[in-house]
């Protein structure tokens, strides 16, 4: 089983960044694929971005060049690197953890209790 905390959530404003992390516990970690997720007011859950045990990974068409997904094996961490953050960015973002690196939110056991980024014009 893994339990995942999301921090570094905050107000900015466009064009700032901002890297959130996540701190898992639990044996299977450097075994499982970890990933980004965001949900806005009224929308549905979107994926981020994912990286898979060895380092693979996978961004949403929306985020990429912008955002960079990385994991520290050693410390139980994923981070998420924010660079040029528009409006449309504001959600609440949760970290993921899944047995395989995919882009559906089905594909993740479990989840962090999320953490809320509001980008200002």
């Known amino acids: 089983q893994v339990q995942l905390v999301d921090t570094g959530g905050g107000l900015v404003q466009a064009g700032d960044s901002l890297r959130l992390s996540c701190a898992a516990s639990?044996?299977?970690?450097?075994?499982?694929?970890m990933g980004w997720f965001r949900q806005a007011p009224g929308k549905e859950r979107e994926f981020v971005a994912a990286?898979?045990?060895?380092?693979?990974?996978s961004y949403a068409d929306s985020v990429r060049g912008r955002f960079t997904i990385s994991r520290d094996n050693a410390k139980n961490t994923v981070a998420l690197q924010m660079n040029s953050l528009q409006p449309e960015d504001t959600a609440v973002y949760y970290c993921?953890?899944?047995?395989?690196?995919?882009?559906?939110?089905?594909?993740?056991?479990?989840w962090g209790q999320g953490t809320q980024v509001t980008v200002s014009s």
């Open positions: 993921a953890a899944g047995p395989f690196l995919g882009t559906l939110a089905t594909m993740y056991t479990y």
């Open positions: 990286i898979s045990w060895s380092g693979s990974t």
């Open positions: 639990g044996r299977t970690f450097s075994r499982s694929a």
